[in-house]
Each structure stands twice: as C-alpha cells, then as structure tokens.
C-alpha cells in the first residue's frame, strides 16, 4: 500500500520544493498537498503535476491561523485517509519584519556577524496582532494550528502497522530567550517567530515522549537560509537583488545558506529516508549548502529544557481544551 504524506505550506518556497523533491525520491507516495484555498491548491498541483504526471497528488485547503478551519480539514482527512505515514507541518509566517542593520554593524566589529547572519539573532523584530480566534496570529499559525491538526489526526498516525512520522519546519532563529513560559504566544515582545519556533521545538520534544510508544515519531528541521516569499518581503526587492552577489559568498562561511527552496528542503527529504528508531528527538537536523553546492544534512543538540517543554505542553493541552469547547459543533 502506498505511503500517504500531508504537506502543509505547500504553495511555494521550501513545501513546494519538498513537495518535488519526496516525489523524485518515490513517485508511488501518495501526496496530500494542504494549501490556504483552492486556486492556490490547483495551481500547485498543476505545477507538481507537469513534472511528476504519474504522482498521485491530492489537495486539502486550511488556513492554519484559523482554528475551525483546521478542525474542518481533519475532518475531512480522517474521513479520505485510514492512515498518514508522514505529515510535513512547514506552514509559516514572519509578519511585518524589521532587520536592525546596526545590530549587524555591531556584530561586524565584535566578531560575531557570521553567526548573525545564520541566526539572526539581535537583528530582527516582527509586528505580531490577534488572530479572529484571539490568538497571536504568528504562534497560532507556526505552531497551534499545526498543534491541533497533528492532535486531531491521533487516530490517522497512532497504533498503525509501520510508525508514522511528524516533521516540523523549526528555524535556527528558534531561541529560548525570546520563549517565555507565562508570555508563551509572545504577545509582549517584539520576536513573535523565534519565539514560535522555539515553542515548535520544545513541542516536539514532548510530542516523542508521550507518542513513541504509539508508534509516532516528531522531528524538527532547519531549512537554512531559504530565498522565499517570506524571506523576500523581509527588504525591498531593489535591496535583495545588492546584496544577492554578496549571500552566494556567505555560502563559502555559512553552510546553512541554502539559499534556494529545492537546497532548503534537503533535511526534510533526508528524513523521510532515515528509521526513526535511529533519530534523536533532541536534536534539530540542518540542511546544509557547501561552497561548491553540496547539500548535506547536520544533526545539531537543541537547546531545549525538557521540564519548560513540559510545562508549555500542559498549556497548549489547556488552550486545545477551551478551543475544542468553543467549537464543540465541529467536531464529531
Ligand atoms: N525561508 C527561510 O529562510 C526559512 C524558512 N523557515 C520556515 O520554512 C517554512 C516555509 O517557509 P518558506 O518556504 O521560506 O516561506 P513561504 O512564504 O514561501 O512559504 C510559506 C508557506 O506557508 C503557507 N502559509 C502561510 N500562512 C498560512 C496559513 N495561515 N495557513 C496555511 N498556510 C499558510 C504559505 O501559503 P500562501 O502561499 O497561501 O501564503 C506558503 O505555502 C516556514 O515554516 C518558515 O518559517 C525556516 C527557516 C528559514
Ligand atoms: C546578507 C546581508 C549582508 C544582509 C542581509 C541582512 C538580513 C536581511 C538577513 C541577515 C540574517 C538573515 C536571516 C533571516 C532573514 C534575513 C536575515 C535577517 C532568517 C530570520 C529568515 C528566517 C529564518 O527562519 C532564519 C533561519 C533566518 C536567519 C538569518
């Protein structure tokens, strides 16, 4: 029987690449691509369809920053699919970015550019705002709606006959100090997508310890430095198009310049080919680019605290608890 694989964020940048790439590694999966409405669903599909003709690639529409449209679409999976092998939770957002290049000047005379360019960490600020569900629209999207979807799909990935495998797209912009415990949607600061990917992280962590008997496995990944929709509206296109000549000689210091969707996706692909019983649920796996254009993958420890994991996790099992009330009428 054919391996089923949900991809989220499938409409450009690293799902799309991904989306190609799972199916020149085995063109027999079965591809569920899930994008935010339908004309972005068919043109995706058309896309994937021209280079892979004989794929069997069918659509889902979610916006993941809208809690009953996420409940609708588990819905509607659990009632095409008995079983998912692989769900890719890659769906993201960076609202309203602010690159401070004083920090990087700074980081230029302190000796610390390089890992500023890689992390940027103390370079960039977003703008965050409620949600329609009164959430903060960059935790909801990049992680509780994933959150509930991966929750509401338990009977699809738990208890089957080969273990099923969660695959979330992390960031190595992901840093505790922007994470807090009472502040967890980040509605106070000014790193709303660090701190989400640090709470992807720290999800993850808690998801192996109560799903690996069950037969379900979570990983994280870090796609690099990806040139995308997301990180093309971070400057002006006049600015990105200077400083292009400048990022393909980053590559030759920072390996995780990928800088292309299809090199970004090089992790997320790795994964789907590993066991694993043989991965570590503490470690974030990076795509790599060599100078020379190698893509590689490199395993790296998180800097995760596993009692803060399960703290957070208790209250994202609260939030979960108050949305399933508020919408009890959509649920089975
Ligand atoms: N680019 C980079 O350098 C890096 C990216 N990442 C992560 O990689 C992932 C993919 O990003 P990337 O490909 O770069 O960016 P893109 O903006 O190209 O892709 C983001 C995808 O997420 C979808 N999406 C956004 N919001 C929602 C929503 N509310 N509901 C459903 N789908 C949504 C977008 O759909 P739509 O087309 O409708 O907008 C799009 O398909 C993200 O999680 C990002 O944080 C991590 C590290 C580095
Ligand atoms: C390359 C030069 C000389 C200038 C560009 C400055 C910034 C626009 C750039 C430096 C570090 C970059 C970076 C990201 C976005 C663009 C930068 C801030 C990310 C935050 C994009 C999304 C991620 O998830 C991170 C892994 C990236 C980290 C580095």
């Not at 992901?174 to 994470?179: D, G, I, Q, T």
């Not at 037969?215 to 796609?223: A, K, Q, T």
Request: proline content about 3%; glycine content about 6%; hydrophobic content about 40%.
């Amino acid at each position: 029987m054919e391996r089923v694989v949900l991809v989220t964020g499938a409409s450009g940048g690293v799902g799309l690449a991904l989306c190609q790439r799972l199916l020149e590694e085995d063109g027999r999966i079965h591809l569920c691509i899930a994008c935010r409405n339908d004309q972005k669903s068919e043109a995706t599909r058309d896309l994937i369809l021209a280079a892979h003709p004989a794929a069997q690639v069918s659509t889902v529409e979610v916006d993941l920053g809208n809690l009953a449209s996420v409940l609708r679409v588990a819905q509607e999976l659990r009632c095409r699919f008995q079983r998912l092998d692989f769900v890719y939770l890659n769906a993201g957002i960076m609202p309203n970015p602010h690159v401070n290049f004083k920090a990087l000047w700074r980081g230029l005379l302190t000796g610390k550019l390089l890992h500023m360019l890689t992390t940027a960490e103390g370079v960039m600020t977003q703008t965050d705002r409620l949600n329609g569900d009164g959430l903060q629209e960059v935790f909801a999207t990049n992680l509780f709606g994933h959150f509930i979807l991966v929750r509401q799909l338990e009977s699809l990935l738990c208890g089957n006959e080969k273990p099923s495998r969660l695959i979330w797209t992390s960031s190595s912009n992901a840093r505790e100090s922007a994470f807090s415990l009472s502040d967890y949607q980040h509605a106070k600061g000014q790193e709303s997508y660090s701190s989400s990917k640090y709470a992807t992280d720290l999800t993850s962590v808690v998801l192996n310890r109560k799903f690996n008997n069950q037969g379900l496995y979570s990983s994280v990944v870090c796609p690099g430095l990806v040139m995308s929709n997301m990180t093309y509206r971070i400057l002006p296109v006049f600015l990105w198009k200077l400083l292009m000549p400048i990022m393909w000689l980053i590559r030759f210091f920072a390996k995780t310049y990928t800088l292309t969707p299809h090199n970004g996706a090089e992790a997320h692909v790795w994964l789907f080919k590993q066991k694993p019983e043989s991965l570590d649920a503490l470690v974030k796996y990076h795509s790599c680019t060599s100078g020379l254009g190698k893509n590689y993958v490199e395993p790296r420890k998180m800097d995760v605290d596993e009692e803060t994991a399960e703290k957070f996790y208790q209250k994202l099992l609260e939030l979960e608890k108050e949305t399933l009330e508020k919408y009890s009428d959509l649920l089975d």
